[in-house]
């Protein structure tokens, strides 16, 4: 799976402080190249204005905060991207139901084969999708 990975450039958006170290350890040891992770909303709102990815890993709750605003931004940018939440199906963003969801904790061949078909299947944003 490594290979398949290798330079990929994902976004982690995740405020728990040990899960966020769990998953750029996964994703790191895939090969990945790993920006963040961002735990606050408007960081990750400027991160996703100002670089580029390939994918994104998002925690559902920041601090109370919802992560609905970060996945319309990629969204718009056609960066595809999967949520992490220890909540279920009803906490996911509007609009969102059919995005790929990590139900918190999740081992990680979950995440990267999360990651993997998230980037094998084309994208469709959520305009798109309506």
Known sequence: MRAALE??????????FLV???IEDMLSAAGCVVSGPIPRLAEALEAVGHESYDAAVLDVNLGGERIDPVADALSQRNVPF?????YGAA??????SDRPRLRKPFKTADLIG????????PFRNRTQAR
């Open 20 to 22: 966020a170290l769990l």
């Open 114 to 121: 999360t990651l993997t078909d998230l980037l094998r299947t």
């Open 82 to 86: 999967a949520f992490v939440t220890g």
């Open 7 to 16: 330079g990929v450039k994902v976004l982690v958006v995740e405020d728990e």
């Open 91 to 96: 906490a996911m963003p509007d609009g969102y």
